[in-house]
Nanobody
Framework: QVQLVESGGGLVQPGGSLRLSCAASGSISSINAMGWYRQAPGKQLQLVATITSSGSSNYADSVKGRFTISRDNAKNTVYLQMNSLKPEDTAVYYC?????????WGQGTQVTVSS
């Protein structure tokens, strides 16, 4: 089973940018859809963006126009470019298949947007 490791989070000021990476221990080329999810304190897990093997992507309304998901099957990595960050983007970000599977959750990466 593929293990997923998220990285790239940190503390950023409102309006700033971060690029998250999700590195897989094995091939993701056979996985049709991958997604980024996030969970803010006291809130439910939210689907942020998905991308299929053909490159088709979808976004939550709250991040459309600001976030971009991409995948590099050769590197077994999924990315999330986050621009124009807002305080409400503060959360732990996870990647997983779409729809998610229990055994694929990683440790996540913390994103904090604050001045």
């Amino acid at each position: 089973q593929v293990q997923l490791v998220e990285s790239g989070g940190g503390l950023v000021q409102p309006g700033g940018s971060l690029r998250l990476s999700c590195a897989a221990s094995g091939s993701i080329s056979s996985i049709n859809a991958m997604g980024w999810y996030r969970q803010a304190p006291g809130k439910q897990l939210q689907l942020v963006a998905t991308i299929t093997s053909s490159g088709s992507s979808n976004y939550a309304d709250s991040v459309k126009g600001r976030f971009t998901i991409s995948r590099d099957n050769a590197k077994n990595t999924v990315y999330l470019q986050m621009n124009s960050l807002k305080p409400e983007d503060t959360a732990v970000y996870y990647c997983n298949r779409s729809p998610p599977r229990v055994g694929y959750w990683g440790q996540g990466t913390q994103v904090t947007v604050s001045s």
